[in-house]
């Protein structure tokens, strides 16, 4: 009898305590030990062992949207490295940008949040907003033409 069949009654009638967390650990390196064709079986006991919030999170996050459309992550302006300084690393990663010897680094438009570009690709693949102050990528700021703005302080000025 394959594995996945024999642990499947025993995972759905396990409770949430701490023996059955034990007994799903156990559960789960055993099927690593055994690793075939038992990906539902090992999806069912790593969900079990996931945290309620967690799971109802991740619930969240596959009914939404989606993230920014194909192509998104190419238009996103690249910070150039002369413009990083030492103590600057990713908010996602918590790497620092100069640890790498060519760093990939982007910043977002609206808010100019800078991110590793493999980190913010992640995010924005699940998710149209900053991942630091939730303001959403796709809205553009309206654009203040300064010309008018400065006119009008100088009348002020001299009227």
Request: charged residues 25%; aromatic residues 6%; proline residues 6%.
């Amino acid at each position: 009898m394959p594995m996945c069949d024999r642990l499947r009654p025993r995972i759905l009638t396990l409770t949430d305590d701490q023996g059955t967390r034990s007994e799903l650990r156990r559960q789960l390196a055993d099927m690593f030990q055994e690793a075939d064709a038992h990906s539902t079986a090992l999806l069912n006991v790593i969900v079990r062992l996931m945290p309620e919030e967690l799971q109802q999170h991740l619930q969240l996050i596959g009914e939404g949207d989606g993230g920014v459309p194909d192509g998104y992550m190419d238009t996103l302006p690249r910070v150039p490295k002369k413009r990083l300084a030492e103590g600057d690393n990713c908010a996602i990663c918590c790497c620092g940008y100069l640890e790498d010897e060519y760093p990939l680094v982007v910043e977002l438009p609206n808010c100019g949040h800078t991110f590793d570009l493999q980190c913010v690709s992640v995010w924005l693949s699940r998710s149209t907003t900053c991942p630091m102050c939730r303001s959403d990528v796709l809205v553009r700021k309206p654009e203040i033409d300064g010309s008018a703005a400065e006119l009008e302080e100088d009348w002020g000025m001299y009227g």
